[in-house]
Protein backbone atom coordinates (compact mmCIF):
# COMPACT_ATOMS: atom_id res chain seq x y z
CA UNK A 1 0.00 0.00 0.00
CA UNK A 2 1.53 3.33 -0.85
CA UNK A 3 1.41 6.35 1.49
CA UNK A 4 2.54 9.36 1.71
CA UNK A 5 3.58 11.15 4.88
CA UNK A 6 3.83 15.73 5.11
CA UNK A 7 5.84 17.13 7.91
CA UNK A 8 6.94 20.72 8.31
CA UNK A 9 4.37 22.68 7.96
CA UNK A 10 3.75 25.37 11.08
CA UNK A 11 3.33 29.36 11.47
CA UNK A 12 5.49 31.73 9.93
CA UNK A 13 5.46 35.67 9.61
CA UNK A 14 5.71 37.38 6.06
CA UNK A 15 8.96 36.92 4.36
CA UNK A 16 9.97 34.01 6.34
CA UNK A 17 10.70 30.05 5.19
CA UNK A 18 9.66 26.69 5.80
CA UNK A 19 11.00 23.53 4.60
CA UNK A 20 7.87 20.68 4.01
CA UNK A 21 9.28 16.98 3.75
CA UNK A 22 7.03 14.36 2.03
CA UNK A 23 8.24 10.19 3.00
CA UNK A 24 6.57 7.63 0.68
CA UNK A 25 6.74 4.18 1.27
CA UNK A 26 4.89 1.33 -0.80
CA UNK A 27 6.24 2.65 -4.23
CA UNK A 28 9.02 2.49 -6.38
CA UNK A 29 10.26 6.55 -5.55
CA UNK A 30 12.94 6.98 -7.58
CA UNK A 31 10.89 6.55 -10.76
CA UNK A 32 7.89 8.45 -9.72
CA UNK A 33 6.66 11.88 -10.70
CA UNK A 34 6.27 13.63 -7.54
CA UNK A 35 4.30 17.07 -6.91
CA UNK A 36 3.43 19.38 -4.10
CA UNK A 37 -0.67 20.27 -4.48
CA UNK A 38 -2.34 23.42 -2.04
CA UNK A 39 -5.47 23.83 -1.07
CA UNK A 40 -6.52 27.52 1.05
CA UNK A 41 -10.23 27.37 2.05
CA UNK A 42 -12.89 28.22 -0.37
CA UNK A 43 -10.28 27.19 -3.33
CA UNK A 44 -9.66 24.37 -5.69
CA UNK A 45 -6.58 22.52 -5.19
CA UNK A 46 -3.61 23.47 -7.19
CA UNK A 47 -0.21 22.49 -7.96
CA UNK A 48 2.60 24.02 -6.93
CA UNK A 49 5.44 22.38 -7.94
CA UNK A 50 6.97 19.11 -9.36
CA UNK A 51 10.10 17.19 -9.81
CA UNK A 52 10.33 14.36 -12.57
CA UNK A 53 12.46 11.01 -11.78
CA UNK A 54 15.75 12.94 -13.48
CA UNK A 55 14.94 15.67 -11.06
CA UNK A 56 13.89 18.55 -13.53
CA UNK A 57 11.41 20.67 -12.09
CA UNK A 58 8.39 22.66 -12.76
CA UNK A 59 6.70 25.52 -10.58
CA UNK A 60 3.11 27.54 -10.61
CA UNK A 61 4.14 30.97 -11.34
CA UNK A 62 2.89 32.71 -8.14
CA UNK A 63 6.07 30.48 -6.48
CA UNK A 64 8.52 30.87 -9.15
CA UNK A 65 11.75 31.97 -7.34
CA UNK A 66 10.56 31.75 -4.26
CA UNK A 67 10.19 28.15 -4.02
CA UNK A 68 12.30 24.93 -4.40
CA UNK A 69 11.19 21.31 -5.07
CA UNK A 70 13.94 18.66 -4.52
CA UNK A 71 14.03 14.77 -4.11
CA UNK A 72 16.27 12.14 -2.38
CA UNK A 73 15.99 8.79 -3.81
CA UNK A 74 17.96 7.34 -1.14
CA UNK A 75 15.48 8.41 1.71
CA UNK A 76 12.35 7.85 -0.34
CA UNK A 77 11.85 12.12 0.45
CA UNK A 78 10.32 14.94 -1.53
CA UNK A 79 10.92 18.25 -0.44
CA UNK A 80 9.60 21.89 -0.56
CA UNK A 81 11.86 24.72 0.22
CA UNK A 82 9.69 27.90 0.69
CA UNK A 83 11.65 30.99 1.21
CA UNK A 84 9.81 34.69 1.17
CA UNK A 85 6.46 33.70 1.85
CA UNK A 86 3.92 35.77 1.84
CA UNK A 87 -0.09 35.60 3.62
CA UNK A 88 -1.25 33.80 0.00
CA UNK A 89 0.54 30.88 0.31
CA UNK A 90 -0.97 30.02 3.27
CA UNK A 91 -3.27 26.84 2.89
CA UNK A 92 -2.80 22.85 3.56
CA UNK A 93 -0.18 21.74 1.29
CA UNK A 94 -0.13 17.91 -0.30
CA UNK A 95 2.25 15.88 -1.54
CA UNK A 96 1.27 13.70 -4.11
CA UNK A 97 2.67 10.89 -7.02
CA UNK A 98 1.85 13.05 -9.92
CA UNK A 99 -1.15 11.60 -12.27
CA UNK A 100 -2.77 9.06 -9.24
CA UNK A 101 -5.03 9.61 -6.37
CA UNK A 102 -2.28 8.85 -3.30
CA UNK A 103 -2.17 12.22 -1.25
CA UNK A 104 -0.67 12.35 1.91
CA UNK A 105 -3.25 13.56 4.81
CA UNK A 106 -1.37 17.50 4.12
CA UNK A 107 0.13 20.06 6.28
CA UNK A 108 -0.97 23.93 7.28
CA UNK A 109 1.08 26.48 6.17
CA UNK A 110 0.04 29.71 7.73
CA UNK A 111 1.73 33.31 6.94
CA UNK A 112 0.65 35.75 9.12
CA UNK A 113 2.09 38.56 11.42
Known amino acids: QVQLVESGGGVVQPGGSLRLSCVAS????????MAWYRQAPGTRRELVAR???????DYADSVKGRFTISRDNAKNTVYLQMNILKPEDTAVYYCNILGTTTWGQGTQVTVSS
Open 51 to 57: VNSDAST
Open 26 to 33: GTIFRINV
